[in-house]
């Protein structure tokens, strides 16, 4: 019995030591596409400048955690304390008095799950610890806001509810009912602005504006009706400029984009889109072709013209009159990586429009037209189950299937996308020497991660959960099919 226990022991400390020695294969720099489809490599929910450091920058990423750049973007580097964290991550506060200290919103914001409360902190992102004062832990925390003087007082706007916490989040109090679900929130600007707008995640959203920074809110509806022409979809966006703090435009998601505008900081409102064409929600503007909701919408006021509006859900839309008309600048396939969840200036230089999507972070120079990745370092694929295989007798080789990031593979020179949207198949690799051959089970296909795929000699409509290749013998494979297990010796 000794002997057992001292065996287990040995294991268990063995896969402990390789546990803590994981790290980022080639994370370095942003996939080469080979795809003819625009790619990506990461899905960010949100993205904040520093307070006082127009170099430093945040990337939330829900899978992977939270990223740092110190060089505009050029570069990115993962905070140490998000991998220890076995949360999803969505939102970030900067503290700016002190850039160590952060306070990080917990869950899905884009997905809309898997809620996690709040992280805070005090060493830069080097450890976090929950925030379990009267917030639950169970919350998706969408946004969060510090006060404009007060570093002490704290908003965040959650799938239950809006809490606030006046002691730097020892303790957290709910300021609306706790079954409202929040998608968006939004500070207006100003040296010393209280004003707050957030608005629900539901078919008919409501926008609710507070004048206190989220003692008390109130529901705007003067102007605002609700969308009646399907489809009908939750969730709807908020938009503020510093060139006007009493304009307020409000976008719903329903109907291919319904937007609204206030000219007396929110308190009424006025159409100036109304839903239908042009379909700004949409993959295309086309009646027959669909969006998908609250998961990817965002809407960002040019920091020095009040009339210029970028919209973006799986294309680029701007508008420089308010939001009347409407011109499409990017298409989702092309430019720029589609599902976005935020657009906005850099507060620094608003010659830089940044765009935070599945594909990344991605920034503009010239208004919207065109797009550049500012990726490198941001290692948060996410990796499909049982889509990642390394090459048993290839070393450097690795091929992956990812979240709307297509299926790549890696070699020592580097990542390179293959084919884009989202692959998940499952696929295993055999033991021939220097082996890059793909075995995919959802088409009983084979292929090289460079060439073009062919059968491998099952009957056709055969489906089967897995196959095996023998190690001694790099010819022999066997399939598991419902009726039993077949075998096969390679003819090449």
């Known amino acids: 019995m000794k002997n057992i226990v001292f065996l287990l022991l040995c294991i268990s400390q063995y896969c402990s030591a390789q546990l803590a020695n994981w790290t980022a294969y080639k994370p370095d720099k942003f996939p080469t596409n080979l795809s003819g489809q625009i790619h990506g490599q990461a899905r960010i929910a949100q993205m904040k400048f520093h307070p006082a450091d127009a170099n430093k920058l945040y990337a939330v990423t829900p899978q992977g955690g939270l990223f740092f750049s110190n060089d505009q973007a050029k570069t990115w580097s993962a905070a140490a304390g998000t991998d220890a964290l076995a949360v999803k991550t969505a939102s970030i506060c900067i503290d700016y008095t002190n850039d160590q200290i952060l306070y990080l919103g917990g869950g899905d914001p884009n997905y809309y799950g898997s809620g996690a409360g709040i ?3 005090t060493n830069g ?3 976090f610890s929950l925030l379990t004062g009267g917030l639950p832990s169970n919350k998706i925390v969408v946004e969060i806001i510090m006060h404009p003087t007060d570093h002490h007082i704290l908003v965040a706007a959650t799938s239950g509810g809006i809490y606030k916490s006046t002691d730097a989040g020892v303790n957290w109090s709910a300021q609306t009912t706790t079954g409202l679900q929040f998608c ?6 100003g040296s010393n602005n209280q004003i707050l707008f957030a608005c ?7 926008l609710y504006r507070s004048t206190n920074f989220g003692d008390t809110w109130t529901v705007i509806s003067s102007g605002l009706t609700a969308p009646t022409v ?15 703090v009493n304009v307020v435009y409000f976008a719903m998601i329903s ?12 308190l009424s409102f006025t159409q100036v889109k109304a839903g239908g064409a042009p379909y700004l929600t949409y993959y295309s503007n086309d009646p027959t072709s669909s969006s998908q909701g609250d998961y990817n919408f965002c809407i960002a006021v040019d920091r020095s013209d009040a009339n210029k509006i970028w919209l973006q859900a799986h294309n680029t839309w701007y508008a420089s009159d308010g939001g009347a008309n409407w011109t499409m600048l990017t298409h989702w396939a092309s430019k720029v990586h589609t599902d976005m969840h935020q657009i906005g200036q850099s507060p620094y230089d608003a010659t830089q429009l940044y765009s935070c999507n599945d594909g990344g972070v991605w920034v503009s120079t ?13 290692f948060a694929f996410e990796i499909g189950t049982y889509a990642g295989k390394g090459s048993p007798t290839r070393r450097d080789f690795i091929n992956i299937g990812t979240q709307d990031n297509g299926e790549l593979y890696a070699d020592s020179t580097g990542w390179y996308t293959i084919r884009g949207g989202d692959w998940y198949a499952h696929n295993e690799m055999d033991f021939r020497a220097n082996s890059t051959m793909l075995y995919y089970h959802e088409n009983a296909k084979r292929r090289l991660h460079t060439g073009s795929q062919t059968t491998f000699g099952l009957p056709n409509a055969v489906n089967y959960s897995t196959i095996g290749f023998n190690r001694m013998d790099n010819q022999l494979a066997f399939v ?7 075998g096969a010796r390679s003819r090449d």
């Open 119 to 121: 992280y805070k902190s």
């Open 125 to 127: 992102g080097a450890t």
């Open 184 to 189: 968006d929130m939004k500070q207006g600007f």
């Open 200 to 206: 629900t995640r539901e078919n008919e959203p409501k």
């Open 230 to 244: 399907t489809p009908l979809q939750a969730g709807g966006r908020i938009g503020l400029t510093p060139a006007d």
């Open 255 to 266: 109907t291919g984009g319904i937007v609204y505008k206030s000219t007396d900081a929110g």
């Open 366 to 378: 010239d208004g919207g037209n065109n797009w550049t990745p500012k990726n490198d370092g941001i």
């Open 480 to 486: 598991a099919l419902t009726e039993g297990i077949r």
